[in-house]
């Protein structure tokens, strides 16, 4: 099982990564994909993007984001609303993604933008304000927050995605059957049901198109490190 960390982000972020997302695995499918979201602490006065950036701009560099590392996909998400938008908050690495969120809302961190599964505890329980999703449409999980198109920050998209992959020359007839299982079981209600109830959304494609994926991604996230400087430990 590979992510959007292991075959695309981890391309810019580590200068000897010790393998090739490309050429070293055989595509087989998506399995799930779910959007990151931009959490602030419930008491912290804002209540939309448009409110945080003015924020983030009056305090300058005071304002910090929160990550699961260095070089991981919070901290790559946190670096691209920085090269979108002109801000310069300082990121701040944890090893541990609960205690990254649990500091947001403790106002330590002014924001983090994370994977949504383990920001919804500590939304459901009020203690993080949900102000925007990072996918191109709204999640089923937040239907009533906003991607982050639509409150204003254009062209932010960060969809997380889970993928399986086999050892390159696995032969055709197997990745083959091994997508046609893969949809097979996605496609079952109570697969689906379940992945919802964790915010993801279980996806499955073509080996083809997720070696376009891969690709397109590796592309994106390599151009964001370089430009951000970002860097993993």
């Known amino acids: 099982m590979g992510n959007i960390g292991s075959h695309a982000m981890n391309v810019g972020v580590y200068p000897k990564l010790p393998y090739n997302p490309l ?25 939309n993007v448009a409110e945080l ?8 560099a005071q304002v ?6 260095n070089g991981s996909s919070s901290h790559l998400a946190g670096e691209y609303l920085n090269l979108l938008t002109g801000l310069k908050m300082l990121h701040v ?21 994370s994977n949504t599964p383990p920001a919804m505890p500590l939304v459901r329980a ?9 996918t191109t449409t709204r999640s089923p999980v937040l239907p009533d927050v906003p991607t982050m198109a639509e409150a204003g920050v254009a062209n932010f998209e ?12 696995t032969p055709t007839s197997i990745v083959e059957r091994m997508n046609r299982e893969v949809r ?23 080996p083809t198109e997720l070696q376009m994926l891969v690709s397109t991604e590796i592309e994106k996230w390599s151009r964001v490190a370089r430009d951000s400087g970002a860097v993993a430990d």
């Open 23 to 47: 050429y070293d695995f055989a595509p087989i499918s998506l399995v799930a994909v779910t959007p990151s979201v931009m959490t602030v602490s419930n008491d912290l006065p804002v209540r």
């Open 93 to 113: 690495p944890y090893k541990d993604v609960q205690q990254a969120l649990g500091d947001v809302a403790a106002q330590r961190v002014t924001l983090m933008i």
């Open 184 to 206: 097979e079981v996605l496609g079952r209600p109570q697969v689906m049901e379940r992945f919802a109830s964790a915010g993801a959304t279980a996806k499955s494609d073509s």
């Open 64 to 69: 910090t984001f929160s990550s699961g590392g």
């Open 53 to 60: 950036l003015t924020h983030a701009r009056k305090e300058g």
């Open 126 to 134: 009020g203690k993080l304000r949900p102000l925007a999703v990072t």
């Open 158 to 169: 960060q969809t997380v995605w889970f993928a399986l992959f086999a050892p390159a020359g």
